[in-house]
């Protein structure tokens, strides 16, 4: 069934979508996985458990948006489907959306005449030194007619706090945020448009390989297989799965040298670019990552 599009996009209000929150990264080996990523320079958090799931987390902090580490660490939990994606693949398996209210989030939606699932709250454990914690998030779900291309949903920090400790914030690469994420599509512009009751048509552009759609806090672009080979030539052969699917990951980094080097020192694969470095999917689960400094 089509989704119906509003006179305006939901979003234009102050409380639905204001960029992206996070992106997942689902993994077979959660442990094995923190240890990969922090040998990329990333400072990880200690780890998450979510209360009544099968899951856990490490969670790769930036001052805007950070990076998630899923794993199952209880498969006789619910695992929200994770472990059907890890059957075929490790990598980006759709991102959160950040939010500033989820009932009125909801609200928005409604109007909108937008299909969702909640609010509802979410709760988990975060094991730090001085004992464990629960960081707790709002929860507005999105099905895939509103968010064609991703897994989606909108989440809202009820507690930011426990969150976004300083030294959380420092890693060995540079790294300070998220530019946008890639996704593999069969057309992309036939794609980013199915955007458009959330993000509207001044929200979305298209070049010669890609067409992106500016969230408001980082982009999310859309391009074919050929057009993913030509971004990143120097990775062919790519992997080739199922579309849609999630390829790449482009962050910004304060010092491209010095996150040159520390890939370089911690005998990390990485491909020399004008504005940073490359790093190819079997170094970082199933992810590309693009290092950039803008």
Known sequence: MPVPTPAAPFNAGTHAVTGIDHVIVGVRDLEAAAARWTKLGFHLTPRGRHI???TGNYCIM????????LGII???QFTNNLEQFVKTREG???LAFAGRDEAECARELRAANLPFEGPKVLKRELELPEGTVLPEFGLIMLPPAVTPGLSAFVTVHKTPELLRQPEWLRHANRATGLVSMTVVVDDPVDTAFGWLPVFGPNRISTANLVTVIDTGHGAIRFTTKAGLAQLYPALVPLPE?????IAALKISVA???RCRDHLHFANIL???TGKGC???PEEANGVIIEFVQE
């Not at 930036?62 to 580490?69: K, N, Q, S």
């Not at 799965?241 to 699917?245: A, D, G, K, L, V």
């Open 52 to 54: 009544g799931w099968g």
């Open 62 to 69: 930036f001052a805007g948006d950070y990076i998630e580490l």
């Open 74 to 76: 209880d498969p006789q």
């Open 92 to 94: 980006l398996l759709g």
């Open 241 to 245: 799965y199922p579309t849609p699917w």
């Open 255 to 257: 010092d491209k040298a």
């Open 270 to 272: 990485a491909f020399k």
């Open 278 to 280: 490359i790093v190819p």
